[in-house]
């Protein structure tokens, strides 16, 4: 049973096995348990002292978050405010955790644009080049998988697209190059992104 793990005395590797086990607990459980028992310990390996544990958990947290932030549950807003403090973190690298848990988010359309756009919208303007990096990638995977038709089509992508190459620093803009071309992606400049 999960929420009986003691994690601080595991060892990395198989912290790493846990992270994708316990991201596929997602849906077996009501929102109530999800939230209280099964998203602690998912988040808590977001705070490990390895790094390849904290990415491994963010990317394999997405299912449980949209689970979360799907219900019509007090539980959404709850996620929603850890996922905030993600964003807005103080240390980048845990804005950089909050990117990677937002891929599974986009298998709904309705749930991005309404609780996961502009924080991601806000990450190009990130003042640490990492996180722009990060974004950056993440944006060019998630059109050339494309997995996920609407996402060509989105506004809010196409802007973040438009910052991102437009970014002064050369490791970020060239994540994205040929994007729009190798994709069909139309990206006018937009002159007002803010």
Not at 37 to 45: C, G, L, Q, S, V
Not at 48 to 76: C, M, P, W
Not at 160 to 186: R, W
Request: some cysteine.
């Amino acid at each position: 049973y999960p929420c009986k793990i003691i994690t601080h005395k595991i060892k990395w590797r198989e912290k790493i096995e846990l992270c994708k086990i316990i991201g596929k607990y997602h849906n077996i459980y009501g929102d109530e348990m999800t939230y209280k028992r099964i998203f602690p310990i998912a988040i808590n390996f977001c705070f490990d002292n390895v790094s390849q544990v904290r990415f491994e958990s963010a990317k394999n947290n997405g299912k449980l978050i949209l689970q979360l932030l799907s219900s019509e549950s007090i539980y959404s807003s709850k996620t929603m405010k850890v996922l905030e403090a993600f964003a807005t973190s103080l240390h980048y690298n845990f804005r950089q955790l909050f990117i990677l848990m937002c891929t599974d988010i986009f298998e709904s359309h309705s749930v991005y644009e309404d609780y996961i756009a502009d924080l991601l919208f806000d990450l190009a303007f990130d003042n640490v080049a990492n996180v722009r990096i990060t974004l950056a990638k993440f944006i060019a995977k998630l059109i050339k998988d494309n997995k996920y038709k609407w996402v060509k089509d989105d506004e809010k992508i196409k802007q973040m697209i438009v910052v991102l190459k437009g970014d002064k620093k050369k490791e970020v803009s060239k994540e994205l190059e040929g994007i729009e071309a190798d994709q069909g992606i139309k990206v006018e400049n937009i002159e007002n992104v803010n």
